[in-house]
């Protein structure tokens, strides 16, 4: 309980995000949510950022061919040409029904979280915005990747990972305790991070044989393997 602590009267200044301490002398500490100052980048394996001014959205997710990208935008999904070709493409108005956008192998499709409270769901649609959406699996998934021939979903669902193909059964890979699953190259190991003792540690682990290691000592979230 903290008291004599109040709303700012700048509407910006006020957000939900909880990232905050309190000192033994009861000195409060906090990061305020940067709302629209974020900035979409595109960083080369050498370290060079590109900003994408043009491009104001959150929760981004790059086409295969890295020629497309969907992100948040007032308050729905749409698809931005990252080669400036092409004008924005909306694809759903309804953000808060979608979550975790997942594109196809070739690009043609957009995967989704469906939250919607009356069919939780994984949905497909297409990345040019026409046409209706299509029901995958009828399960709160979340996906995280495909095989390499672009036949096999992977999504993580009740603490664990699992792998989908068309017209079979889901099968259980491993156990993940994780908000955020990748996946290797050669689809053999899954790196994540996971809260243990307050602290956000990344592990891999083998899909094989089940073998998990540590990364590193120091903290980490979202881990990505190199291509």
Sequence with gaps: LLRDIRRSPEPAVNTGNAFAAISKSGNLAYISDPGDSLINMSVDLAG????????RSGIAGVSPDGSQMVGIHDGGWWVYSLT?????????SAQAAYANPLWTSDGTRIIFRSRRASRPAIVSRRADG??????LLPRDGCP?????DGQTLFYLFEKQLWSWRRGGESR??????????????DR???AFHTFERG?????????SSGARFRVAEAD????????
Excluded: C, F, K, N
């Excluded at 060079?48 to 491009?55: C, F, M, N, V």
């Excluded at 400036?84 to 759903?92: E, N, V, W």
């Excluded at 026409?130 to 029901?135: I, R």
């Design 48 to 55: 060079r950022a590109t900003p994408l001014p043009e491009i």
């Design 84 to 92: 400036g070709r092409a004008a924005p493409t909306p694809i759903t």
């Design 130 to 135: 026409t046409g209706s959406e299509e029901l």
């Design 144 to 148: 995280v990747g495909w095989s390499r």
């Design 172 to 185: 259980s890979l491993a156990s993940i305790d994780a908000p955020y699953a990748s996946l290797s190259p």
């Design 188 to 190: 053999q190991w899954v």
């Design 199 to 207: 602290r956000s540690v990344v592990y891999i682990q083998s899909l």
């Design 220 to 227: 980490g979230h979202a881990p990505l393997w190199a291509p």
